[in-house]
Structures are given as structure tokens and as C-alpha cells.
């Protein structure tokens, strides 16, 4: 099963799942703004991705700008900063098991299908 970590308000998150959708692929779609993760789940998906946390910190977000940007976080900081503010977390991120990327550009998709 297919999953797509998705914010219907982001375009390029909208593009993923239009991606997806052309394929004929109908994706599990996670809404994680309003589905928050485990800090389990979250380092999960983290590990599929293979990246660290700070790797997937969207840094044009405001609330990076305001309370993180002159910040040194542990790993373990990371996370829990996503969790409280998820929308932190660069998307779209599309997951196939094992695998996951994040989905910029679209295209990416393809390397874990």
C-alpha cells in the first residue's frame, strides 16, 4: 500500500497525489496535520526516508524562523519539535514499505514505486 503524507493546502503535496492518482495508484492518504505521529512513527518514516530530522525541516516555515532557526537540536529535539509543529515536516513524503521519499520533485515518486 501506497501512503502519502499529504497537506491538501500545499500544491506541491496536491501535485504528489495528482502523481499518484495519474498512475492509477490510489494512495492511503495521511493527513498529518491532523493525524499527529508517535515519535515512533515519525523516526519511522524518518529511517524509510533515510534522512535525519533536520533534513526534512521545512526552514521557510515561520514557526522554524521564530523559535528554531538560531536553535542546535539533538536528533531526538527534532522530532519532538516536528511533532509539536508538523508542519515543520517537508512534504509531500510518499511511502512503499520499506521506502519513502520525499516527493520534490514529483518525479522522485517513480524511484520507489
Known amino acids: ?40 512513527e515519525l523516526t519511522e518514516i524518518l529511517e524509510k526516508l533515510g534522512m535525519r530530522p533536520l533534513d526534512v525541516i521545512r526552514k521557510g516555515e515561520e514557526v522554524y524562523k521564530t523559535e528554531f532557526a538560531d536553535k542546535e537540536l539533538s536528533d531526538e529535539e527534532w522530532v519532538l519539535a516536528m511533532l509539536e509543529y508538523p508542519k515543520l515536516i517537508e512534504r509531500p513524503i510518499v511511502i512503499n514499505g520499506d521506502k519513502a521519499v520525499i516527493a520534490r520533485p514529483t518525479e522522485l515518486i517513480d524511484t520507489i514505486l
Do not use: Q, W
Request: net charge negative; glycine share 4%; aromatic share 8%.
Open 1 to 40: 500500500m501506497i501512503e502519502i503524507l499529504h497537506n491538501p493546502r500545499c500544491s506541491k503535496s496536491r501535485a504528489g497525489l495528482k502523481y499518484l492518482e495519474d498512475k492509477g495508484i490510489v494512495p492511503e492518504i495521511i493527513n498529518y496535520l491532523d493525524e499527529p505521529f508517535t515519535p515512533d
